[in-house]
């Protein structure tokens, strides 16, 4: 997937979890991260610990984040009814 790819490029290999909206464009919340990785929802292996910091290991956590995403659909717009208007009209 392109989007991985180009992450793989501009992540450095570890870095601070709280830099994680800042160097994805805020395309990933950490927060919403924290709350996923609370709930062991994402693999351990993502994460390093320094003192009190949580660093992001980049590659093990692109190949998790990466079965998150899929393709955006087009939502389908609701065409009005045929006659509906003409109905309407006439009463």
Do not use: Y
């Not at 570890?14 to 805020?26: H, I, K, P, R, S």
């Not at 927060?31 to 929802?41: D, F, H, S, V, Y």
């Not at 994402?42 to 590659?59: K, Q, T």
């Not at 998790?64 to 003409?86: C, D, I, S, V, Y």
């Amino acid at each position: 997937m392109q989007v991985i790819d180009d992450l793989r490029q501009a992540l450095p290999p570890v870095f601070a979890g709280t830099a994680m909206g800042q160097l994805t464009g805020d395309a990933i919340n950490w927060g919403t991260i924290q709350n996923k990785r609370c709930a062991r929802e994402i693999p351990e292996a993502c994460f390093i610990r320094s003192g009190a910091r949580v660093l992001v290991v980049r590659d093990p956590f692109l190949d998790w984040w990466a079965t998150t995403l899929t393709e955006a659909k087009r939502t389908p717009t609701k065409q009005p009814r045929r006659g509906h208007n003409a109905a309407t009209e006439a009463a």
